[in-house]
């Protein structure tokens, strides 16, 4: 991997190119009529992608951003001694959100970017931190905007520009909360009836955007992440773990918003990738795939163990010959991938994996994991049934997602690989935590950054940036081992600690981390005080798993007890609370918990925890004191 010396970064993917439009335009000059960016007519079921090339997204890129300025959508303003021009964009993931930011990013400008599931507080202090007066969105948000504009929550927003048509009903109500609303197009034509011969292009230290980072305690924070993070991030990606080129092609719907699909798209900028948009709808995810057939898919562990799930359910369900033959060809392939790092064999995956790959349309060839840990037995399973390496992840927005990323051809998981090229790490003594760097019999501690993809700092919050940062480097709030081949482990997690009435410190992520593995746990909250000494947990119940369960035998070879219970039911039933508890136990005496890391009660819902809810982040973690409070009885 270049430039892979400890003093040495990798900063840029071809010289001169330091910000992302450098990037696109390099792939415009190079790709001009290879399709880039893509979008299914949701209007006709199973219908295509319908393409736009390089250059006529760089028309009606051109042709925005002078519409933004035509229409005065991105006035200067100043604020912590320097000037700034602000884009708000709040909706999913679509061909216009990437427009808009190349828009953007044209004028120098910087985009806030809204999670598409926001509550209205939250937007509300957005906008109000940073007195935006345009935000282009999807109809969706539309009507919120409008709402918060009428209720005196949204002074300073003059304008919406609507990626999708407008009735005349939402035009007059908007005009009546003291709006101008504007489509898509007509921004995109004013633009073209006033078009600019000079654009205020961005430098490598230009901000372009804010990720607001889904706190679990308080206000977002806006990580302020310039062109240098992204094209740094995006750039050591490419030359190393995720090697792509223009035939790729991605499929896009982990959230614009945060940082770990901002890096994606700075390499699909970077090699000339094809992007294919989602429908709007993750549940439908794999009928897109169906259609799009990508090369690249990326996902998060809550996505990847649904998936593990369904091909647990898939085998299960299967005649007794059937589902010898798939377990023993997914247990070969098992010990190939473990012993020779080989994740295809032409027989098996002709007669078993192929099923597999089928799901995400039979293309993919990379996949990749972030933004929480994932477990190594559902890491390795998956990557043997669909056929190619899943690289696992591992950073924060602060440090513009990926910073540590396993290798393609490493056949070990439980790791997040080594450190990109465009940063350092070393790691904190954490002496009240019993981890230090003299442990043995590997080194162990906070893990820290440097480098150019750590971020510039919080948007007006010098408190919180005092505490980003110690002796110059990011602070992670994550303990991590260091391996004798340099992978670093996470192993738990220094900032959502506390203590129990012994004294003694508990990491509820660590333990989490291992309970939600039961297959009767869909989702956890493990639970603590200072004022008590045991642990309780709030699960979420994996219902299809448990009535299954309850159908099976007492003992081998008798008869079913055919116990059933109605979801209700399950969630007040002794004996339901009991088989969960068991299993929750066997996992936690595996993995060497002490006394008092084994959860002794146990609270079953049937409210799972959500974005809408307000019991997990947009980036889906979980919001600890909201479900506390929420729980408290």
């Known amino acids: 991997m270049a430039n892979s010396t400890p003093d040495s970064y990798k900063t840029s993917p071809f010289p001169g190119v330091e910000t992302l439009w450098q990037c696109f335009m390099r792939s415009r000059k190079t790709f001009p009529d290879l399709p880039f960016l893509g979008t299914r007519d949701k209007s006709q079921e199973g219908a295509p992608y319908v393409w736009k090339n390089w250059t006529e997204v760089e028309e009606l890129v051109n042709a925005l951003s002078a519409g933004f300025t035509a229409l005065d959508m991105m006035p200067t303003i100043t604020d912590e001694g320097e000037s700034w021009k602000f884009m708000g964009i709040y909706a999913k993931n679509r061909e216009e959100w990437a427009m808009t930011q190349l828009a953007t990013n044209r004028q120098s400008g910087t985009v806030i970017a809204f999670y598409d599931t926001l509550g209205p507080s939250a937007v509300e202090f957005v906008i109000r931190q940073t007195k935006l007066t345009t935000i282009s969105c999807a109809l969706q948000s539309l009507r919120s905007l409008i709402m918060l504009k009428s209720q005196g929550r949204a002074d300073s927003v003059q304008n919406l520009v609507c990626f999708d048509e407008i009735d005349d009903d939402i035009k007059s109500d908007a005009k009546e909360a003291g709006l101008k609303l504007y489509s898509f197009m007509e921004v995109i034509a004013a633009g073209r009836d006033s078009p600019q011969s000079e654009f205020d292009e961005p430098t490598k230290d230009t901000v372009a955007l804010f990720c607001y980072t889904s706190g679990t305690t308080g206000d977002p924070k806006a990580a302020k992440i310039t062109h240098h993070n992204l094209v740094s991030c995006a750039a050591a990606g490419v030359d190393g773990p995720f090697p792509v080129s223009e035939n ?62 369904k091909i647990q359910s898939r085998l299960s369900d299967l005649s007794s010959m059937k589902q010898r033959l798939a377990r023993h060809a997914i ?258 005496k595996a993995n060497k918990f002490n006394g008092l890391e084994r959860v002794k009660k146990l609270y079953l819902t049937g409210e799972p925890f959500t974005v809408e809810n307000d019991l997990l982040t947009p980036s889906m973690k979980l919001k600890r004191n909201k479900s506390a409070a929420h729980y408290r009885a």
Request: proline share 7%; glycine share 8%.
């Open 331 to 588: 247990a070969t392939k098992l010990y190939y991938y473990e012993h020779y790092g080989t994740y295809t064999s032409a027989v098996y995956d002709r007669l078993v994996c192929n099923k597999f790959r089928a799901i995400l349309g039979g293309n993919v060839r990379l996949m990749c994991t972030g933004s929480a840990p994932i477990s190594a037995e559902v890491l390795s399973l998956l990557k043997v049934c669909f056929g190619c390496p899943i690289l696992e992840g591992y950073g924060q927005t602060e440090s513009t997602a990926a910073s540590c990323v396993s290798l393609p051809l490493d056949n070990k998981s439980g790791h997040v690989g080594g450190p990109m090229p465009c940063i350092k790490i070393r790691l904190r003594d954490l002496p009240e935590m019993g981890y230090t760097a003299a442990d043995e019999p590997y080194p162990r501690g906070e893990v820290m950054f440097k480098g150019p993809s750590v971020f510039a700092g919080y948007f007006k919050n010098p408190e919180k940036n005092a505490e980003a940062f110690v002796d110059g480097w990011l602070a992670s709030g994550d303990v991590g081992v260091i391996l004798p081949n340099g992978a670093v482990k996470i192993i738990d997690r220094a900032k959502n600690i506390f203590k129990l009435a012994q004294g003694e410190y508990i990491a509820p992520e660590k333990l989490e981390n291992v309970y939600v593995q039961s297959p009767f746990v869909q989702q956890i909250h493990v639970h603590g005080d200072s004022l008590q000494s045991y642990l309780v947990a709030i699960i979420v119940p994996e219902l299809s798993e448990i009535k299954k369960k309850l159908a099976e035998p007492a003992e081998e070879g008798g008869e079913p007890t055919k116990v059933t219970l109605s979801d209700e039911e399950i969630l007040t039933d002794p004996s339901v609370t009991k088989l969960i508890l068991d299993d929750m136990n066997a996992l936690a």
């Open 248 to 309: 790729d092609c991605m499929i896009s719907y982990l959230p614009l918003a945060h940082s770990f699909e901002q890096v994606l798209f700075g390499a699909c900028l970077v090699m000339g990738c094809k992007v294919g948009y989602f429908g709007g709808d993750v549940l439908k995810l794999t009928d897109d795939c169906q259609v799009l057939q990508p090369t690249l898919f990326p996902s998060v562990p809550r996505l990847y163990n649904r998936i593990y799930d």
